[in-house]
């Protein structure tokens, strides 16, 4: 799944956060909390970033297509704030 369509309906907002609802205890990173990291490293990069390095952005968009395959992102915008879901996909 290409998450570039995503990407650029993202561009505008002021802030954004990614998250999952269930945590580990253990310390090891399931599949889905590597992908909603690698997508708060993305949306940070892109929304807190004075200067825009196209091969930063090339290597995290690479990085959030890479983890989040298998899952369908959500993004919603509140207030000003961009938050997402993670799910598998169908």
């Known amino acids: 799944m290409k998450l570039l369509s995503v990407f650029s309906l993202i561009l505008a907002a002021t802030s954004a956060q990614a998250g999952i609802n269930a945590g580990t205890s253990s310390g090891i ?3 889905q909390e590597k992908c ?9 990069y ?8 196209a091969d930063k ?3 995290l968009e690479n990085q959030v297509d ?6 369908q992102v959500k993004l919603v915008e ?13």
Do not use: F
């Not at 890479?66 to 899952?71: D, H």
């Open 36 to 44: 909603a990291s690698a997508l708060n490293s993305y949306l940070s």
């Open 29 to 31: 990173l399931s599949s």
């Open 66 to 71: 890479s983890l989040c395959n298998g899952y």
């Open 57 to 59: 952005i090339q290597k």
């Open 78 to 90: 509140n207030n000003g704030v961009m938050t997402g879901m993670i799910e598998l996909a169908d």
């Open 46 to 53: 892109r929304h807190e970033s004075n200067s825009t390095d």
